[in-house]
């Protein structure tokens, strides 16, 4: 079973910055949209940013020109850059993707990182 790896994250006061990375421990054939969704306490998962193979990208209301999404599809790995960090903006940040492991797999949506804690204190 594959797995999706992150890195980054941490501990950073408001208005700083941090970066996050996930890539997946195996081979896709094809990787479509590529996301970070994050959860802070007592609230539900929400979409943070997305992009797509083709570099379009899509972002929350509350972190449009703040976050920044990438992706290196030669390495199938996504970064999320995050700059003038907000305490509203803590929570466990999880990496997700919709691909096909195999040529003659279909998409699947339900591939998660085990999520990477960033916290922005005031």
């Known amino acids: 079973q594959v797995q999706l790896v992150e890195s980054g994250g941490g501990l950073v006061q408001a208005g700083g910055s941090l970066s996050l990375s996930c890539a997946p421990s195996?081979?896709?054939?094809?990787?479509?949209?590529m996301a970070w969704y994050r959860q802070a306490p007592g609230k539900q998962r929400e979409l943070v940013a997305s992009?797509?193979?083709?570099?379009?990208?899509n972002y929350a209301d509350s972190v449009k020109g703040r976050f920044a999404i990438t992706r290196d599809n030669a390495k199938n790995t996504v970064y999320l850059q995050m700059n003038s960090l907000k305490p509203e903006d803590t929570g466990v940040y999880y990496c997700?993707?919709?691909?096909?492991?195999?040529?003659?797999?279909?998409?699947?949506?339900?591939?998660w990182g085990q999520g990477t804690q960033v916290t922005v204190s005031s």
């Open positions: 195996g081979s896709f054939f094809r990787i479509n949209v």
């Open positions: 997700n993707l919709d691909g096909r492991r195999y040529t003659w797999s279909r998409y699947e949506s339900d591939y």
């Open positions: 992009i797509t193979s083709a570099g379009s990208t």
